[in-house]
């Protein structure tokens, strides 16, 4: 910010010269800056400050300008030749060069990229029996006229975006951007389908360390889903004092903020709580996607052998109010404690039958909203919001009664957005939906 400069006064004594003379050190006339003091100050610094802004401004204009007519010129040059793409995909962001035009003959998108770039973002390989990843293969043909694959004097070049149509796997794209972000294939969530097994995902500590579920097999973990916008950040501390509790039983506490702010937003309320137990950030929701959640607070417990045995919506370790509503269930601590105690002998968990029929089941406007939320937090963070709220509201409005992305929308748009969201959800209660799922807790076993 521009800060004027500031002006000492000096000691005023009023002087009987004329008009030009010769004033002592001492003496000068009554100004009126002398009358106005702090008031002229203020008046001159909005000045001094509105003329540094507008320096400013304009200096940014002729950068624009200049930059533009630079870029405008680069972009007539690199048209005859490959553009450049980015693709979102597992947990990481790679640039990749599409030689050919970002639309097919149908009018579907299209990605053509080489084989080591297909590779590198999706994990198939061209071999002899056709595009392989793992056990799965799509058998291909490989000529000029191909949908899928084809091949040119240089290189064989495969469309990876006709490919997640051909498997079902969801995908978004911003056209004026050129990005794209790609879910999993149907194959890869069969085990979280069929036999509950936790997803394995890698995020970052508040310290930016990475931090992946698979290394910490071998014990009970409980991942506690909250956000910067949700009132269960005052919760932390009640998580904390349950992970000194139940750490020794070996029983560890992961907390996973899902804010599209990242570290700046949930930064401050990790802080205050003082923990000591994990604390993950997620600023593209990747554990939303994964687990198909919902809602926050929600509570994912996953015993050592890596296998989900409850899933908890509206998870609250103290039942409490919230706006004159009650939320979360009375005991939920006291489960937590009786599972770190008896293990799989506790009537709080849920074997693999019961968790398959409690585990989400999402169409495709579900998995393609994954993507759509995931394109928008990518512009997000790179300071592009109004892009990142369109992405934003199309990840709504195919995943509706998806409030961890209605609610991060609410965060970072304007205040007609956060009156549509009271309405919708006060709407759902007069209509005797409930905001969280209830939680069922079987009764206490005796001492």
């Known amino acids: 910010m521009y800060a004027p400069e500031t002006r000492t006064p000096r000691p005023i004594r009023p002087c009987s010269h004329s008009i030009g003379a010769h004033f002592p050190n001492d003496c000068r006339p009554i100004l009126a800056t002398d009358l106005l003091g702090p008031a002229y100050d203020r008046w001159m610094q909005t000045i001094r400050c509105a003329r540094e802004r507008s320096r400013r401004s304009n200096l940014q204009r002729v950068r624009s300008v200049v930059g533009g007519c630079f870029l405008g010129a680069v972009a007539v040059c690199v048209s005859a030749h490959a553009l450049a793409d980015v693709v979102l995909h597992d947990d990481q962001t790679s640039e990749v060069e599409a030689s050919l035009p970002n639309t097919t003959a149908d009018g579907d998108e299209g990605l053509w990229l080489d084989e080591a770039a297909l590779t590198r973002v999706s994990g198939f390989v061209l071999k002899p029996e056709g ?33 997640a149509r051909r498997l079902d796997q969801p995908y978004a794209f911003d056209p004026e951007e050129r990005v794209w972000s790609f879910g999993p294939i149907p194959a890869a969530r069969r085990a979280f389908l069929e036999s509950a097994r936790a997803p394995d995902f890698e995020l970052e500590d508040r310290d930016g ?18 956000a910067s916008w949700c009132a269960c950040r005052d919760d932390l501390v009640v998580w904390e004092r349950l992970h000194r509790e139940l750490a020794p039983a070996g029983l560890e506490i992961i907390a996973i903020a899902e804010d599209s702010g990242g570290l700046a937003a949930a930064g401050p309320y990790i802080e205050a709580a003082e923990t000591t137990h994990t604390s993950l950030i997620d600023p593209t929701h990747s ?15 996953i015993d050592e052998s890596g296998t989900i045995v409850r899933l908890d919506d509206g998870a609250y370790p103290e039942q409490r109010r919230i ?22 002998e506790s009537p709080y968990v849920l074997n693999t039958s ?3 029929q409690t585990l989400p ?3 495709r406007d579900r998995l393609r909203a994954d993507q759509e939320f995931r394109l928008g937090a990518y512009f997000y963070e790179h300071g592009r919001v109004e892009l990142a ?27 007609e957005a956060t009156v549509k969201f009271l309405v919708r959800a006060f709407g759902r209660g007069v209509r005797g939906v409930p905001y969280y799922r209830p939680i069922e807790l079987p009764k206490p076993p005796p001492e």
């Open 131 to 163: 595009l392989c990843r793992e056990e799965l293969c799509v058998p291909v043909t490989a000529s000029s006229g191909s949908t899928l694959v084809r091949r040119d004097e240089d290189a064989v070049r495969v469309d990876a975006a006709a490919l």
């Open 354 to 356: 019961a968790m398959r």
């Open 287 to 301: 554990v939303t996607a994964a687990y198909q959640l919902v809602n926050v607070p929600t509570a994912i417990w």
């Open 389 to 415: 709220t369109k992405h934003w509201e199309r990840a709504a409005a195919l995943a509706p009664d998806n409030w961890n992305y209605r609610r991060q929308e609410w965060a970072d748009s304007s205040f």
């Open 323 to 344: 706006l004159g509503v009650e939320v979360g269930v009375a005991g939920y601590a006291d489960a937590l404690r009786d599972w770190a105690k008896h293990g799989p």
């Open 361 to 363: 089941r999402p169409d």
């Open 209 to 226: 360390e990475p931090w992946r579920l698979s290394d910490h097999s071998g014990k009970k973990r409980v991942l506690v889903v909250w």
